[in-house]
C-alpha cells in the first residue's frame, strides 16, 4: 500500500485542497480531478480542480466542469494538493511552482517519477478513475451520482470502452458500482462520442487523407496542422480519437498521430496493438504514457522529428520481436 494509509489521513483532515490535473487534458484526468473535488465538496471541505490548459468542448458535460478553474499558479493558502493522472511534475504545467503544501500524487501509469510529498502509483489500475474510486471508499464517502458520472467517464474513456488491455475484472466491478451510485452509460457514452462538429469529421477526412503504411504494414501513421485546425475554426481536442482510425488497421501494430500544431516540433499520439511498449517510445522524447498508449512532445522540425519518432517507433518493434518498419 505504500503511502496510501497516510495519504488517507492527510486527506481526511485537509480543509483546503486544491485537485490538479495533467495539461492537454482527456476524460481520465478531468473526470478524475472532478469526481475528486465533488466528492470533497461534498464532504464540507474548501476543494477546488484546476488545470493549466483549457477544458475540451466534449467534457463540458460533466458535473462540475464549469468550476474548473485554468490557471497558472494555485492559492497559497492550501492544506494538500492533490495531483491525478500525471507521471512527473511537469505534466501540471508549472502549477506545482512555489507549492509548499503537501503534493498526493495519486496515478496509474508505470513511468511516475514518485514526486509527490505522498505517492500512491497502481500502474496496474485501468484508469486514475478507478483510484479515485478507491481512494474515497477508503475515506469513507458516499459515491454521488454527480461523482460517479465524472469517474465512469475516466474508466470508460481510459479502457477504450471496455476493450483494450487495461479492462480488467477490478475495472468492471468499479464500472459497475458506479452504475449502481446513478452514472448513465447511454448518455455518458452519447456525450463522449457522439456530439461531434461536423467541421471535425471534415478534419478527419482531411487527416485520413494523410495516411501512411510501413513497407511490412506495422506501422501507420497521420499528419495534422494548425492550419488544418484553423480551415475548420477548431481546437486540438478535436483530435481526440483520431488515431483510433490508423490503429483498427489489419495488421497495424503501432499507430501514430503526427500533430504540427506549432512552428517549431510537433506533438506526438501513440498507440500500440502488439508487443511493443509505446510509453518507452515516447520516454526516449521525455514524454510518457502506457505501454499500449502514449504521447510526446519533440522540438525542432516537424520532418525530421517525425522521422526520428518512426525511427523509435521501429527499434521498439524490432526490440518486441518484430521486423521493423522495412
Do not use: Q
Given at each position: 500500500m505504500g503511502d496510501f494509509p497516510r495519504m488517507v489521513e492527510v486527506l481526511r483532515a485537509a480543509r483546503r485542497v486544491a485537485v490538479l490535473s495533467h495539461i492537454n487534458p482527456e476524460a481520465d484526468c478531468i473526470g478524475a480531478a472532478l469526481g475528486c473535488t465533488l466528492a470533497l465538496k461534498e464532504q464540507g471541505k474548501a476543494a477546488m480542480a484546476y488545470n493549466a490548459d483549457p477544458l475540451p468542448r466534449v467534457l463540458r458535460f460533466l458535473p462540475g466542469a464549469a468550476d474548473l478553474v485554468q490557471a497558472t499558479r494555485l492559492p497559497?493558502?492550501?492544506?494538500?494538493?492533490?495531483?491525478?493522472?500525471?507521471?512527473?511534475?511537469?505534466?501540471?504545467?508549472?502549477?506545482?511552482?512555489?507549492?509548499?503544501?503537501?503534493?498526493?500524487?495519486?496515478?496509474?501509469?508505470?513511468?511516475?517519477?514518485?514526486?509527490?510529498?505522498?505517492?500512491?502509483?497502481?500502474?496496474?489500475?485501468?484508469?486514475?478513475?478507478?483510484m479515485v474510486f478507491h481512494l474515497l471508499r477508503a475515506l469513507g464517502y458516499t459515491?454521488?451520482?454527480?461523482v460517479a458520472i465524472n469517474l465512469y467517464a475516466a474508466i470508460l474513456t481510459d479502457t477504450?470502452?471496455?476493450?483494450?488491455?487495461?479492462?480488467?475484472?477490478?475495472?468492471?466491478?468499479?464500472?459497475?458500482?458506479?452504475?449502481?451510485a446513478g452514472a448513465l452509460p447511454a448518455q455518458i457514452s452519447s456525450a463522449l462520442y457522439e456530439q461531434r462538429d461536423a467541421a471535425e469529421l471534415r478534419l478527419l477526412s482531411r487527416c485520413l487523407g494523410t495516411l501512411k503504411l510501413s513497407r511490412d504494414g506495422r506501422v501507420a501513421w497521420m499528419e495534422v496542422t494548425a492550419g488544418d485546425l484553423a480551415e475548420g475554426s477548431l481546437t486540438p481536442d478535436a483530435l481526440e480519437g483520431f488515431i483510433d482510425y490508423p490503429c483498427s488497421i489489419a495488421g497495424v501494430e503501432v499507430a501514430v498521430l503526427f500533430k504540427a500544431l506549432t512552428g517549431d516540433g510537433i506533438r506526438v499520439s501513440l498507440r500500440s496493438r502488439g508487443r511493443a511498449d509505446v510509453a518507452a517510445v515516447a520516454a526516449t522524447f521525455g514524454g510518457g504514457g502506457h505501454r499500449n498508449a502514449a504521447g510526446c512532445q519533440v522540438?525542432?522540425?516537424?520532418?525530421?522529428?517525425?522521422?526520428?519518432?518512426?525511427?523509435?517507433v521501429e527499434r521498439g518493434l524490432t526490440g518486441a520481436g518484430g521486423k521493423g518498419r522495412g
Open positions: 497559497e493558502a492550501l492544506d494538500c494538493v492533490v495531483v491525478v493522472d500525471s507521471s512527473n511534475p511537469e505534466r501540471v504545467g508549472g502549477l506545482l511552482t512555489g507549492v509548499a503544501a503537501p503534493v498526493l500524487n495519486v496515478d496509474h501509469h508505470k513511468t511516475n517519477v514518485r514526486f509527490g510529498t505522498l505517492n500512491w502509483v497502481v500502474p496496474g489500475a485501468s484508469s486514475a478513475g478507478e459515491i454521488s451520482a454527480p477504450g470502452s471496455f476493450h483494450y488491455k487495461n479492462t480488467t475484472p477490478e475495472a468492471l466491478r468499479v464500472a459497475a458500482a458506479l452504475l449502481e522540438p525542432g522540425d516537424p520532418a525530421a522529428a517525425r522521422d526520428a519518432v518512426l525511427e523509435a
